[in-house]
């Protein structure tokens, strides 16, 4: 969820198919290694250190790359290949510095809880629970904020927010950056329940993606919906089928939805003040 919501807040505003945020979501898990594993720091430290080389990542990847395409009259397909670029280059930069294998957080507290019948670990509850939090903190900031006021203006009519006076870099430094932490809260609990690894962003941001487009690309709301329907999917039939016909299974509903619903489960008619286009 956390992913789709990141990513449907970038593309949305700026257009940008930021498929390298698999990087910023591994860059979050090796943060979370080294200050905890490393350093011997508490696992909250080395979740904002996580989040920070996330933001960091993110919004240098928009000053440094992104921004200058722009400014040069690069297409969204030339921007696109920019982001493709760095999300294949990331991965095989990180195995080079840190190595192949994959890096645990020691000392993660982990029970296992039953509610009637159903085993969860008390990690993937934390997991659900800040990701509906933050979800819905995103929601009331696109929503009632002036920061959010200035991310919808800009995403509806750039022109029309500029002339009032919103700048268009600074708000897209900004979803870059809120963007960034959400990424950053995902790839450190991912870290925390699996193990940080060169390529571990890469499933996750394509998932997230594919959610987007299930949910719908109007709204925020959509993007969140969709993350959860994809995941609760993939878990539902994983209860039922080999784990690749989950794989199958969501890209067959995404062609169904691209060919009979192109605009999504949740269309903009959904939308609710100040988070429609």
């Not at 878990?235 to 016909?245: Q, Y």
Request: proline share 4%; aromatic share 10%; glycine share 10%.
């Amino acid at each position: 969820m956390l992913v789709a919501i990141s990513f449907w807040l970038i593309y949305a505003t700026t257009r940008t198919f930021h498929l390298a945020h698999a990087v910023n979501y591994a860059l979050a898990g090796y943060a979370m290694v080294m200050v905890c594993n490393w350093a011997g720091l508490p696992i909250w430290l080395g979740l904002l250190a996580g989040i920070a080389l996330a933001v960091a990542a993110s919004v240098a990847m928009e000053a440094i790359v992104y921004a200058p395409l722009r400014a040069s009259g690069a297409s969204v397909l030339g921007v696109f290949l920019a982001s493709l670029g760095i999300a294949i280059a990331g991965p095989n930069l990180i195995q080079i510095i840190f190595g192949p294998e994959a890096f645990r957080v020691a000392n993660v507290p982990n029970s296992i809880l039953n509610f009637g019948g159903i085993t969860i670990t008390a990690l993937r509850l934390t997991t659900a629970v800040t990701s509906l939090v933050l979800a819905l903190i995103i929601h009331v900031m696109l929503t009632r904020s002036k920061i959010g006021f200035a991310i919808s203006a800009v995403r509806s009519n750039p022109a029309l927010a500029m002339s009032v006076g919103i700048s268009q870099a600074r708000v897209f430094r900004m979803v870059f950056a809120i963007g960034g932490a959400l990424i950053g809260v995902a790839g450190c609990f991912s870290t925390m329940d699996s193990a940080a690894q060169a390529t571990m962003g890469l499933q996750p941001v394509l998932y997230g993606l594919i959610g987007i487009f299930l949910g719908g690309t109007a709204t925020a709301r959509g993007a969140a919906f969709g993350g959860f329907l994809l995941g609760f999917i993939l878990v539902l039939s994983g209860l039922f089928l080999p784990p690749d016909f989950g794989v199958i299974l969501v890209f067959a509903l995404l062609a169904a939805i691209l060919i009979f619903r192109p605009e999504g489960l949740l269309p903009a008619r959904f939308a609710v003040a100040g988070e429609d286009h």
